[in-house]
């Protein structure tokens, strides 16, 4: 091994040779590597923040297993099905608690603004906390007065003024469906791409908002599994207990849920998927030209390492040794830019883009094999370089 090591240090590195020899042709082989890994970066990362930012509700949820309509789309898409069931439940051993909780996807007017927005409203009895949200639970009985609820700070939209007011500890009123609410509070969740932000009050305050509204219809039911139960085996007993007209689900497989809506059912998962795959295309040909030229350029030099001997292992090598750091150095400028575009997308929309570790490993690879892919594209000229046509 260490022979091996100490020979290809002692190599003469002609790949690298060649691409420096032309330095405008190598800036522009870099830029376009650049641009393809930025491309990559941005889609995987909206891709994330999808999958993340749908998913944030459901991970703040106090709950083992959700009990949901089986019309139910996605979080913003819930049906309704009967409480009834919230109370059959409680007959299965092993199941600690469970509760039940509303949603409505709702306009409301921006109390910075006046402007009309949709919002998500969530309400549950105060009395049982429903999220694993410090904000919220020391907020319980703040959500108890009548018409009072509590704002998401991570909304997307103009609420600086406002939310900078509620933490100066004042209240806001704004309108929800002709009614006057105080806005007594804060917590942090986040805007999604199915919603701009939420609200969180009571289940008694929701159902006055919506007089129309049967209490008896819920959206979701909360389980709680006691100590020592698997929630998985407490899953499958309810799943034969509960009639069909209810879904259970562990609380792993609800975010799965969502996130396969998004995957599947959703036009945006597919769209952020084929970006990424246009982001690698767009790679190949960008390098496949760059190395292609390069040996067209030196096709009679090559041609002149065959007459001396040279195998033609040696003429490939050489091609992917120029493969291989041209993906070197176009991936950290790639990054740079994409560093900064996350950090700009994200003041912008309050999406979750965080540049992580095994996302810059994925696209380093995925820059290497399709510098690679090129490189096999364009060393196939190699094999005709025959020293006797060349001269």
Same mark, same amino acid.
């Given at each position: ?24 042709? $190598?800036?522009? =082989?870099?830029?376009? !590597? ?5 491309? *990559? ?6 891709? #994330? ?51 039940? *909780? ?7 007017? /921006? ?18 906390? =429903? ?8 907020? %319980? ?6 018409? #009072? ?24 009123? +704004? ?10 509070? %804060? ?11 939420? %609200?969180? +009050? ?19 039911? $909360? ?35 969502? /996130? ?23 790679? &190949? ?18 041609? +002149? ?21 041209? =993906? ?12 900064? %575009? ?22 380093? &690879?995925?820059?290497? !094999? ?8 364009? +060393? ?9 046509? *060349?001269?």
């Amino acid at each position: 091994m260490m022979r091996l090591l100490q020979q290809l240090w002692q190599r003469t590195p002609l790949g690298w040779l060649q691409l420096s020899h032309e330095k405008s042709r $190598l800036l522009v =082989a870099l830029s376009g !590597i650049a641009f393809a890994d930025v491309l *990559m970066f941005m889609q995987l990362g909206f891709q #994330t923040a999808l999958y993340d930012s749908n998913t944030r509700l459901h991970r703040s949820l106090q709950a083992d297993i959700v009990l949901m309509s089986p019309q139910a789309r996605n979080l913003q898409g819930l049906s309704t099905f009967s409480r009834r069931r919230l109370y059959q439940a409680m007959d299965i051993p092993g199941v600690k608690s469970a509760q039940a *909780m509303y949603f409505n996807y709702i306009i409301w007017k /921006n109390p910075q603004t006046l402007r009309e927005t949709g919002v998500l409203l969530i309400g549950f009895n105060p009395d049982k906390p =429903a999220f694993d949200l410090s904000d919220v639970n020391q907020q %319980l009985q703040t959500i108890k007065l009548p018409n #009072t609820v509590l704002f998401d700070r991570g909304a997307r939209g103009e609420y600086q003024k406002a939310i900078a007011q509620i933490d100066q500890g004042k209240t806001l009123t +704004t309108e929800i469906e002709g009614r006057t609410i105080t806005i007594s509070g %804060l917590f942090k969740v986040g805007a999604s791409f199915g919603t701009d932000g939420s %609200l969180i +009050t009571s289940d008694q305050n929701l159902l006055r908002l919506f007089p129309r509204r049967n209490s008896s219809s819920v959206s979701l039911g $909360l389980i709680q599994v006691q100590p020592g139960y698997d929630p998985k085996k407490v899953a499958a007993v309810l799943k034969d207990y509960l009639k069909d007209d209810v879904k259970v689900l562990t609380n792993a497989e609800f975010i799965e849920f969502e /996130n396969n809506f998004w995957r599947t059912n959703s036009p945006i998962g597919f769209i952020f998927s084929l970006g990424v795959s246009m982001g690698f295309v767009v790679g &190949v040909i960008i390098v496949y030209q760059v190395l292609s030229t390069d040996v067209n350029s030196h096709i009679r030099e090559y041609a +002149t390492f065959k007459a001396m001997g040279y195998r033609h292992y040696y003429l490939l090598g050489v091609v992917f040794e120029e493969a291989v750091i041209l =993906a070197a150095l176009g991936f950290f400028p790639g990054m740079g830019v994409s560093l900064a %575009l996350y950090q700009l997308t994200r003041s912008a929309t309050n999406l979750p883009m965080y540049m992580t570790a095994i996302r810059g490993l994925q696209v380093l &690879v995925l820059t290497i !094999i399709m510098c690679a892919i090129s490189g096999a594209i364009a +060393t196939r000229k190699l094999q005709g370089a025959d020293p006797a046509d *060349m001269f």
